[in-house]
């Protein structure tokens, strides 16, 4: 539960320490949203990832350009533990899926705030800055 550096800041969650990159924004779904060309791209937290390992699968439930509400199921992974359903972080329009995914899933668990991500956003909403997101963890892991 410390600052890593001007670069990330860092969330112990048990036994592994989470990174939190400076370079974006976060979600309450455990998201991490980066702007760039191309509208917002959206990928997973270490956080997320904590408790999955092995991930094998992964399918799209949606098709791009599509209309998305907060929370909507717009695919899904499968790892060795189970399947795990995953949510936009807000509404507006995915633009595109990271379509390389589908073959191998790998760099989800592997490099989830590179390679991994998953895909472009359009949106207006707010997300929670690397501060907020550290606050939001911290909270919850008194609870």
């Known amino acids: 539960m410390s600052a890593a550096g001007d670069h990330e800041l860092v969330f112990q969650a048990g036994q592994a320490p989470v990174r939190i990159p400076r370079d974006r924004m976060y979600s309450r779904n455990h998201c991490w949203i980066q702007e760039g060309p191309g509208g917002f791209r ?19 439930s949606v098709e791009s350009p599509a209309s998305v509400k907060p929370g ?5 992974l499968e790892d060795a533990q189970g399947e795990f359903t995953l949510t936009s972080p ?3 329009v995915i633009l595109d899926l990271n379509t390389l995914l589908l073959d191998d ?3 989800v668990e592997s490099d989830c705030y590179g390679l991994g991500w998953l895909f472009h956003l359009e949106t207006d909403a707010r ?14 892991a008194t609870r």
């Open 72 to 76: 909507e199921a717009v695919g899904r």
């Open 105 to 107: 899933p790998q760099p």
């Open 42 to 60: 959206v990928g997973v937290t270490e956080f997320f990832l904590q408790s999955r390992r092995e991930i094998y699968f992964l399918e799209w």
């Open 127 to 140: 997300f929670l800055s690397p501060e907020e997101y550290l606050a939001f963890l911290q909270m919850n």
């Open 90 to 92: 807000a509404g507006g």
